[in-house]
């Protein structure tokens, strides 16, 4: 089985992307994950990521390349953050055709932009790892990790500015792959506003429809 999963900034995917790791034993090929690990070496992918701005595509397309010449995917994969353009899309058929690979379904997971801003600049983390959230998940103390004592602070791409552009760039380069991938007949449409809980029942359905 093999699935890729997008939608807006803080829709949601990160935690529907475990859900569909845990039960279904696939691998996770995250590009967020990948970027992150990049930015400790690479200046110029952590100068784009702290303002909001998408990694060029000949880049993302060679990181992922690698990583599906990997042997753990033969058995499955989730692609979560990828492709985010029409041209890292058409670029990762031409992938699967040489690897031959079959996608199986494209879950797009929906919000409001006003549900994404609040999602996403809402969040608090502390350098010891613990993570908050000033509406859903809040300290005992308020700016003070519960764990350590240390101040909470927000990352820098998730400032509310930050996330405008990111949403601005996310309605320029990655909402035409909606188009994309129902032409294919592999777009599954789902409310990401809706409880966590669902929005995975949602998901399950298709995949075991798709079985």
């Not at 110029?44 to 990521?49: E, G, Q, T, Y």
């Not at 809040?138 to 602070?153: A, H, M, R, Y």
């Amino acid at each position: 089985m093999n699935y890729i999963l997008f939608g807006p900034p803080g829709a949601g995917k990160g935690t529907q992307a475990k859900k569909i790791v845990e039960k279904y034993n696939v691998v996770h090929l995250s590009t967020g994950d990948m970027f992150r690990e990049a930015k400790k070496s690479d200046e110029k992918i952590s100068a784009l990521m702290a303002a909001g701005k998408l990694i060029p595509d000949e880049t993302v397309v060679e990181m992922v390349q690698k990583r599906l010449k990997k042997d753990d995917v033969k058995n499955g994969f989730l692609l979560d953050g990828f492709p985010r353009t029409l041209n890292q899309a058409k670029a990762l058929d031409e992938m699967l055709k040489k690897e031959n690979i079959k996608l199986d379904a494209v879950f797009f997971i929906s919000i409001p932009h006003e549900e994404a801003i609040k999602r996403i600049a809402g969040r608090r983390v502390c350098g010891c790892g613990a993570s908050y959230h000033i509406h859903f998940l809040k300290s005992k103390i308020e700016g003070k990790c519960d764990l350590c004592g240390s101040d909470l602070i927000q990352r820098v791409d998730d400032k509310e500015e930050t996330v405008m552009e990111r949403l601005t760039v996310y309605d320029n380069q990655t909402k035409p792959l909606i188009d994309y991938y129902k032409t294919a007949g592999l777009i599954v449409n789902i409310d990401g506003a809706q409880d966590e809980k669902n929005v995975f029942e949602q998901i399950a359905a298709t995949i075991k429809n798709k079985k």
